[in-house]
């Protein structure tokens, strides 16, 4: 069965950092890309960074600078950096992992972030 556990989000203030987490279960990890999304009050979700099985990043012109994708292959996981987070930063984070050129992909569960100004 495959799991992707989010954590991390909380309510902080603006300008503040948070660091998520996503834990990874049922799949050989190492071969998929993992991307985190985001979905604001109100607005569809969007990609906000994204890590290859080689470890090339990506990431939205809204968070570059701010934010950091990172993954250890060996503990299953990737995380996500936060700096300098601002109100527009608040939504529900998701985990996706994928195997690029397929239709599979897994989602997690979401964790939520709040950035008070």
């Known amino acids: 069965q495959v799991q992707l556990v989010e954590s991390g989000g909380g309510l902080v203030q603006a300008g503040e950092s948070l660091r998520l987490s996503c834990a990874a279960s049922g799949i050989m990890f190492r071969h998929f890309t993992m991307d985190w999304y985001r979905q604001g009050p109100g607005l569809q979700r969007e990609l906000v960074a994204g890590i290859t099985t080689n470890g090339i990043t990506n990431y939205a012109s809204s968070v570059t600078g701010r934010f950091t994708i990172s993954r250890v292959n060996a503990k299953n996981s990737v995380f996500l950096e936060m700096n300098s987070l601002k109100p527009e930063d608040t939504g529900v984070y998701f985990c996706?992992?994928?195997?690029?050129?397929?239709?599979?992909?897994?989602w997690g569960q979401g964790t939520q972030v709040t950035v008070s100004s």
């Open positions: 996706n992992a994928k195997i690029a050129g397929t239709s599979i992909a897994y």
